[in-house]
């Protein structure tokens, strides 16, 4: 059996996909290592093994990612080729939806935004709030990296505690902004404010800008569907926390089931679409 490997070589985490032909993933794996190149190296392995395959099973591998460029030439003399990381984000978004246009929020280290459709997939910007912003802003708040740890603290905070909401400086009734929006994230932190509310606090913070700049992003368009991907959309809480925001912004925010691997996903896919390869 031949495969394609789509890797997926990002600023914190690598994501391999193995394809067994277009329709056809057969497994993916995430793995974190300190450097790119033993992540990308970790992660063939890793995948290989665990598909009951060798390196003689793979046709090609395929590169997206801010470390796609490290990777000089040919991986194990198999045909190595790179793609561009915002037309993978695009195309693995569309895929995984079956929508044929929509913004696709990457949420990973930081985070980025592609105008997707069939035709093309257009990077309109980005932001540096994301993951990173919430494992750098927890390492001193909370005194916790680990990602697990931090939602896990969230889950018992309440954002009470620390977020200025709008029903907290006025008591008129606005009709854009109904009273529970928040004014300001951490605009309103109690000295009895624990580690948990801080957690909560740093999520919900990093979903209402990502999601309020989607949003923006779709004033003066069609899109009413806005695809949300990358590890940080995959966590436990970002569907409540962005559905609040699609509320006022009248979107919905859609979080396939691969978020994680979208990126990869259309790496892979465009393998199969020769002229996209760089
Ligand atoms: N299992 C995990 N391991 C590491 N980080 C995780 C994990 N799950 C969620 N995260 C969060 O996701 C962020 C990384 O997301 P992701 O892996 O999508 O980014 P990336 O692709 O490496 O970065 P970028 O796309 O910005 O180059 C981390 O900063 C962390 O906040
Ligand atoms: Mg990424």
Same mark, same amino acid.
């Given at each position: 059996m031949k495969v394609i490997l =789509?890797?997926?070589?990002?600023?914190?985490?690598?994501?391999? !996909?193995?394809f067994?032909?277009?329709?056809?993933?057969?497994?993916?794996?995430?793995? $974190?290592?300190?450097?790119?190149? @033993?992540?990308?190296?970790?992660?063939?392995?890793?995948? #290989?093994?665990?598909?009951?395959? +060798?390196?003689r099973d793979v046709e090609a591998f395929?590169? +997206?990612?801010?470390?796609? +460029? %490290?990777?000089?030439?040919?991986?194990?003399?198999i045909h190595?080729?790179?793609?561009?990381? &915002?037309?993978?984000? =695009? /195309?693995?978004?569309?895929?995984?939806?079956? #929508?044929?246009?929509?913004?696709? !929020?990457?949420?990973? +280290?930081?985070?980025?935004?592609?105008?997707?459709?069939?035709?093309?997939? /257009?990077?309109?910007?980005?932001?540096?709030?994301?993951?990173?912003?919430?494992?750098?802003?927890?390492?001193?708040?909370?005194?916790?990296?680990?990602?697990?740890?931090?939602?896990?603290?969230?889950?018992?905070? *309440?954002? $009470?505690?620390?977020?200025?909401?709008?029903?907290?400086?006025?008591?008129?009734?606005?009709? *854009?902004?109904?009273?529970? !929006?928040?004014?300001?994230?951490?605009?309103?932190?109690? *000295?009895?404010? @624990?580690?948990?509310?801080?957690?909560?606090?740093?999520?919900? %913070?990093?979903?209402?800008?990502?999601?309020?700049?989607?949003?923006?992003?779709?004033?003066? @368009?069609?899109? $009413?569907?806005?695809?949300?991907?990358? *590890?940080?959309?995959?966590?436990? %809480?970002?569907?409540?926390?962005?559905?609040?925001?699609? %509320?006022?912004?009248?979107?919905? &925010?859609?979080?396939?089931?691969?978020?994680?691997?979208?990126?990869?996903?259309?790496?892979? #896919?465009?393998y &199969?679409?020769?002229?996209? $390869?760089?």
């Amino acid at each position: 059996m031949k495969v394609i490997l =789509g890797v997926d070589i990002g600023g914190s985490t690598t994501k391999v !996909v193995a394809f067994e032909e277009k329709q056809r993933v057969l497994d993916c794996l995430q793995v $974190r290592a300190g450097d790119q190149i @033993t992540s990308l190296y970790g992660a063939i392995g890793h995948i #290989l093994y665990k598909c009951h395959l +060798t390196l003689r099973d793979v046709e090609a591998f395929v590169l +997206t990612g801010v470390g796609a +460029t %490290m990777v000089k030439g040919d991986i194990y003399g198999i045909h190595t080729y790179r793609v561009k990381e &915002f037309e993978a984000i =695009g /195309r693995g978004a569309l895929e995984l939806t079956g #929508l044929k246009e929509t913004l696709v !929020v990457s949420v990973g +280290t930081g985070t980025a935004f592609v105008m997707a459709s069939e035709k093309e997939c /257009r990077h309109i910007g980005g932001s540096g709030v994301g993951g990173g912003t919430l494992t750098g802003l927890a390492s001193r708040l909370l005194g916790e990296t680990h990602i697990d740890a931090i939602v896990a603290a969230a889950e018992k905070g *309440s954002l $009470r505690q620390v977020d200025l909401a709008i029903c907290d400086i006025s008591n008129e009734e606005i009709p *854009s902004l109904p009273p529970h !929006v928040t004014a300001a994230n951490f605009g309103k932190v109690e *000295s009895t404010a @624990t580690k948990e509310d801080f957690a909560l606090g740093l999520l919900n %913070m990093v979903f209402e800008t990502v999601g309020s700049l989607a949003a923006f992003a779709c004033k003066n @368009t069609e899109i $009413r569907e806005i695809v949300v991907t990358g *590890s940080v959309a995959a966590l436990p %809480m970002a569907q409540k926390y962005l559905d609040g925001v699609g %509320m006022l912004h009248n979107v919905k &925010f859609i979080i396939p089931e691969q978020a994680i691997f979208a990126t990869a996903i259309g790496a892979a #896919l465009q393998y &199969f679409n020769l002229e996209d $390869r760089i």
